[in-house]
Nanobody
Framework: QVQFVESGGGLVQPGGSLRLSCVGS????????ITWYRQAPEKEREIVAV????????VYRDTVKGRFIMSRDDAKSTVYLQMNSLIPDDTAVYYC?????????????WGQGTQVTVSS
């Protein structure tokens, strides 16, 4: 069964850093692009970054460019999100998910997420 387990969140002051991890299981991790999402209170879930299958191409949303770095370690079935220069607007629950085909019901599976709170 497909599963995603996110970790690494916490409370951090503005300007601080956090490194999130997400372990995927129940599918061939190395065959799929992976996406980090986030959802802030009372806001829509949004894409933060997407990493290609090979890991050599990452696309970031504009508001995190230059501050966040996404990477993957297929041997550990894990993706990471290094978050630097954090700002209060980065406060959200962060999730990861594989990019399954639209008709694949595994695309409906979400992990529990990890809470990131940026506050002084």
């Amino acid at each position: 069964q497909v599963q995603f387990v996110e970790s690494g969140g916490g409370l951090v002051q503005p300007g601080g850093s956090l490194r999130l991890s997400c372990v995927g299981s129940g599918f061939t991790f190395s065959n799929y692009a992976i996406t980090w999402y986030r959802q802030a209170p009372e806001k829509e879930r949004e894409i933060v970054a997407v990493i290609s299958v090979t890991g050599d191409n990452v696309v970031y949303r504009d508001t995190v460019k230059g501050r966040f770095i996404m990477s993957r370690d297929d041997a550990k079935s894990t993706v990471y999100l290094q978050m630097n220069s954090l700002i209060p607007d980065d406060t959200a629950v962060y999730y990861c998910k594989a990019v399954f085909p639209k008709t694949d019901t595994r695309g409906n599976i979400w992990g529990q997420g990890t809470q990131v709170t940026v506050s002084s």
